[in-house]
C-alpha cells in the first residue's frame, strides 16, 4: 500500500467512528425566528394540560399533534430530556414540558396550531 492509501483509510475510518458522536450529541431542535423549530423546520408546542413530564395526548390527540419523537439511545442535553410515553415510545420534553408538532403545518415557518383550545402553545426558548 502506499501512503496516500493508507492516509485514506486512516480518514474514513477516523469518519466513520466520528459521525455517530456528533449525531447523538445534537439536541432535537433549533432555534428559528424566536422559536423552537424541529430539524425539518416546523415549529414545536407544547401542551397545557400535560403535567409532571407526561403526555396525556393520545390516540386523536397524537395524530393531530405528533410526539416529536426521541430514539430510545437519544439522552438527555441541556433543557432537553427524554420521556416514555404510555406506548412505551418514546419523546422529547423541552424543560419537563412534551413536545409535539401539528398536523397542519406543512412548511417551515408555519405556527397554526399556536393558541389551539387555548391549550397549545409553540415554545419561546
Same mark, same amino acid.
Given at each position: 500500500?502506499?501512503?496516500?492509501?493508507?492516509?485514506?483509510?486512516?480518514?474514513? &475510518?477516523?469518519?466513520?467512528?466520528?459521525?455517530?458522536?456528533?449525531?447523538?450529541?445534537?439536541? @432535537?431542535?433549533?432555534? $428559528? #425566528?424566536g422559536?423552537? &423549530?424541529?430539524h425539518?423546520?416546523?415549529?414545536?408546542?407544547t401542551?397545557?394540560?400535560?403535567a409532571?413530564? %407526561?403526555? &396525556?395526548?393520545?390516540?386523536?390527540?397524537?395524530?393531530?399533534?405528533?410526539?416529536?419523537?426521541?430514539?430510545?439511545?437519544? %439522552? @438527555?442535553?441541556?433543557?432537553?430530556?427524554?420521556?416514555?410515553? #404510555?406506548?412505551?415510545?418514546?419523546?422529547?420534553?423541552?424543560?419537563g414540558?412534551?413536545?409535539?408538532?401539528?398536523?397542519?403545518?406543512?412548511?417551515?415557518?408555519d %405556527?397554526?396550531?399556536?393558541?389551539?383550545?387555548?391549550?397549545? $402553545?409553540?415554545?419561546?426558548?
Amino acid at each position: 500500500m502506499t501512503y496516500s492509501t493508507v492516509s485514506w483509510k486512516a480518514l474514513l &475510518v477516523t469518519a466513520a467512528l466520528t459521525l455517530p458522536t456528533l449525531a447523538f450529541a445534537a439536541e @432535537p431542535a433549533m432555534t $428559528h #425566528d424566536g422559536l423552537l &423549530v424541529d430539524h425539518k423546520g416546523l415549529t414545536l408546542y407544547t401542551f397545557d394540560k400535560d403535567a409532571g413530564g %407526561k403526555s &396525556v395526548c393520545k390516540d386523536q390527540c397524537a395524530t393531530n399533534w405528533p410526539p416529536l419523537k426521541a430514539e430510545s439511545t437519544d %439522552k @438527555p442535553t441541556g433543557d432537553w430530556t427524554v420521556i416514555t410515553r #404510555d406506548d412505551q415510545t418514546s419523546q422529547w420534553a423541552y424543560k419537563g414540558k412534551p413536545v409535539y408538532t401539528y398536523k397542519d403545518d406543512h412548511k417551515a415557518g408555519d %405556527k397554526t396550531g399556536d393558541g389551539k383550545g387555548g391549550a397549545w $402553545h409553540v415554545i419561546k426558548p
